[in-house]
């Protein structure tokens, strides 16, 4: 069967109170990973797959359903590696991303949203003796901010809070930012009760999240300009990461679990800190937070220092703002994050952003080209211009990341039958050995041997290209181990000290003459190791997609994909500092001394090189490869696995010269989608409209029925949209626009699901029930023959 794996790469822009719609959004990209899971689950464990998802509930059950169905020749798996998101968007994909890596419920975020958010639990009752006087001025000030604003609310209960708003505190920020922080607090830790210790990622693979926030005050960097000279600049953008990875050996190292709750929150309450509406967000607001909920912020101190810079040079708290201000459409680290990703089957891959309001230019003459007033460019200046924002620059990027794939492919496709060739003149070798093993172990030496005989001149480009880049990983890693890694300036320096250390030479021993072993590239290029593993995954996905193979084959070739996966993990565990005993950190501490002393740095690179220990390893995947083999040869007589083992050098020597990063990625296009209310067009050929883009998208917050709206509808978007993704996932697949079975189970289980909860407007269930019925009605009658709908 063939293994198809969509990845998801998430964008969640500002929207102030479309987070409610948002909100809606996330739960079903939650669900649908879920039920993406249990099926992966099922398979594995041979069950029948009607049984297996008898558990689930609601849309999740549904998306099972259309898994197991929409493509049956098809094993299709679900992931969300990376989100991004900015204000309301971070506040959601914060929420989501603990959500997928924890395995956890959304629904106390629902009770926030629609019981919470809310003007009169957000705002301070008014207060002092002016508030009799704001009561009889709020209907003129209500009236000049529904001019400004270029709207008025035609809604009794909008109108009414909109007046009492205006009664509220004036100039200064009338939400309460603590408050705000508090409710999502409670909500984490309704969530983490629910922690059973499981994950949504798959083995092997890590979820990113990063939230934009702005920095008020700034930080000061230094900009060299040349060799004598630099300028200085304030950065007020922060980008904060959160990682979590289930790496198969300690099971899910995470950032996002209940113990860092409250730096989740704090980057929460800080990313939508819309100016003007919430004060400033502070560590010390997010302290009293934790203390009145007798909270623990265990990473409190290494969270503020480390991510927030710590407080300003004169001891004050660091203020930060809304992350829209500086970046409302946070496209580039996503990006940056899924250009590195190896594939563990084949991938589609799916830049995947939720525009809340995407914009419509229309015609030239249904636009107000007049010129703006006082009031009007101001805000223009302050917020509707920073957050419209264009994404042409971020499209082009990923435009010229295709580009590359597609130039990277030919590439190794153009070297295939060269490769192929000197892989048959070494398989035709005597070769050395006593066992299988040892034999493919000569091999892949003896090709390593014949790349650099082969290539000439161009192999000296190519090993110093890795010298470079192995330089710059031990010198990260050697900060690291001595605890060096806010020293950012130490990294070149290190480099160069250490590039005078390396070389290329170096046997199985690591000699090079003498008796002392060499400092080698050899033993210390983990990720050379690394690219080689994935090369053999990908052969092996190739064989997936292209062959015929009986199901004992693919379950032996399943179980080597895992074991490599394995292996790759051991390898890039050296990385870490938890690998390292005391001795090798105590002789990185003294980083003066690495840089002055060469002697000092060389017994750091020799421990460093002996802790690693990638000979044995390198024996151990041998012998792992050539079982491997020998167990395939019946079905692949061609023994694909063990060439494209051997093969590596020659393709490495190709293809690394022209690559972005030291990793192979998974040369597989991007293809960018959007869910937003236009684009959700099965109920209505023209979409949705949301209730909470009244009022500059502050509308929401003055209406509990307009926020089960929004909610809602952006559960039904996003579910139109997801079956749209899964069933273009197949080359012969194609999108979806009408109510076709599938959808309409689907909008029937959320219907189901969010009955008891939505209460506030009797006719909002009833009336998509109606959409339903009319859409189901138009689709059958489309389906008729001219001379059946005559009859």
């Not at 209960?157 to 100039?171: D, I, N, T, V």
């Not at 690693?612 to 023994?639: T, W």
Request: with cysteine.
């Amino acid at each position: 069967m063939r293994q198809i794996e969509l990845r998801l790469a998430l964008v969640l822009y500002g929207g102030v109170s479309l987070a409610v719609y948002m909100h809606g959004v996330t739960r079903e990209l939650l669900n649908l990973q879920r039920a993406s899971k249990a099926l992966e689950e099922a398979r594995a464990k041979g069950v029948p797959l009607d049984g297996a998802g008898a558990e689930l509930r609601g849309s999740t059950a549904s998306y099972y359903h259309i898994l197991r169905t929409l493509h049956p020749d098809l094993d299709l798996r679900v992931v969300i590696d990376a989100i991004s998101g900015a204000s309301a968007g971070g506040i959601n994909g914060i929420m989501l991303a603990r959500a997928i890596a924890h395995d956890l419920p959304l629904d106390s975020h629902r009770s926030l949203w629609l019981e919470k958010a809310d003007v009169t639990q957000l705002c301070g009752k008014p207060r002092g003796v002016t508030r009799l006087a704001k009561r009889v001025l709020a209907p003129i000030i209500g009236r000049i901010l529904g001019l400004v604003l270029e709207q008025d609310p035609d809604n009794p209960e909008a109108r009414r809070k909109l007046h009492w708003f205006m009664s509220s505190r004036w100039f200064e920020p009338p939400f309460s930012g603590a408050r705000f922080a508090r409710w999502m607090l409670e909500a984490c830790n309704a969530m983490d009760l629910e922690d059973r210790g499981d994950t949504l990622i798959p083995l092997g693979q890590k979820l990113e999240l990063f939230v934009t926030l702005t920095d008020y005050f700034g930080v000061k960097r230094t900009v060299p300009l040349s060799a004598h000279s630099s300028t200085h600049e304030i950065e007020h953008r922060r980008l904060l990461k959160f990682l979590a990875r289930n790496d198969g050996i300690d099971g899910i190292k995470s950032q996002l679990g209940a113990d860092c709750a409250p730096s989740h929150v704090f980057a929460a309450r800080a990313t939508a800190s819309f100016p003007g509406a919430f004060p400033p967000a502070s560590v010390e607001e997010m302290d009293r937070v934790v203390k009145s909920l007798n909270a623990d912020w265990s990473h409190r101190d290494q969270f503020v220092e480390q991510e927030l810079m710590g407080p300003l040079e004169n001891g004050a708290p660091r203020l930060f703002i809304d992350g829209s201000v500086v970046m409302n459409k946070p496209f580039q680290p996503v990006i940056e994050s899924i250009s590195e990703r190896a594939a563990s089957r084949e991938v589609v891959r799916r830049l995947l952003y939720v525009d809340p309001t995407p914009g419509d230019t229309g015609e030239p003459e249904e636009h107000d080209y007049a010129a703006p007033g006082f009031f009007r460019s101001i805000l223009a200046a302050l917020a509707h211009i920073p957050r419209n924002e264009p994404i042409g620059d971020d499209l082009k990027e990923i435009d010229e990341m295709n580009r590359n794939i597609r130039r990277l492919k030919d590439v190794i496709a153009a070297a295939k039958p060269h490769v192929d060739r000197e892989v048959d003149v070494i398989l035709q070798l005597p070769g050395e050995g006593t066992t299988p093993a040892e034999a493919l172990g000569w091999a892949r030496a003896e090709a390593t041997r014949m790349a650099k005989e082969h290539a000439g001149f161009s192999y000296a480009g190519y090993e110093q290209l890795r010298l470079n880049r192995l330089s710059h990983r031990l010198a990260k890693l050697i900060k690291r181990l001595g605890g060096h890694d806010g020293v950012g300036e130490a990294t070149h320096h290190l480099e160069r000290a250490i590039l005078r250390h390396l070389t290329m030479e170096g046997d199985a021993s690591g000699m090079v003459g003498g008796d002392e072993p060499a400092v080698s590239i050899v033993h210390l290029d983990i990720d050379y190791r690394v690219r080689r593993l994935r090369s053999v995954i990908r052969k092996l996905n190739l064989i997936f997609g292209s062959e015929q193979l009986d199901a004992a084959c693919v379950q032996r070739m399943g179980v080597l994909k895992e074991r490599l996966y394995e292996l790759i993990t051991y390898q890039q565990y050296r990385w870490s500092r938890a690998f390292y005993g005391t001795e090798t950190g105590e002789a990185c501490e003294a980083l003066h001394l690495l840089l002055s002393e060469p002697s000092k740095l060389d017994r750091a690179l020799r421990l460093l090189q002996e802790r690693m220990g990638l000979a044995d390893l390198d024996l151990l995947i041998d012998e792992v490869v050539s079982d491997a083999d020998e167990e395939l040869a019946v079905s692949l007589s061609s023994h694909p696995i063990k060439r494209a083992y051997i093969g590596f050098a020659f393709y490495d020597a190709v293809t690394l010269p022209i690559q972005h990063t030291s990793d192979h990625s998974e040369l597989g296009e991007v293809t960018v989608s959007r869910i937003s209310p236009k684009d959700a067009v099965a109920l209505n050929e023209h979409g949705s409209v949301l209730k909470g883009a009244q009022l500059q998208s502050f509308g929401a917050f003055f209406n509990r029925s307009w926020r089960e709206h929004d909610y809602l509808w952006g559960r039904l978007n996003a579910a139109e949209r997801l079956v749209a993704l899964l069933r273009g996932v197949d080359r012969d697949g194609g999108g979806v626009s009408v109510l076709d079975a599938h959808l309409e189970l689907l909008f029937e289980s959320i219907l189901e699901e969010e009955t008891p909860h939505l209460t506030a407007n009797a006719d909002l269930i009833s009336g998509i029930y109606a959409s339903m019925a009319r859409a189901a009605k138009h689709r059958e009658g489309a389906s008729q023959s001219p001379e059946t709908a005559e009859l």
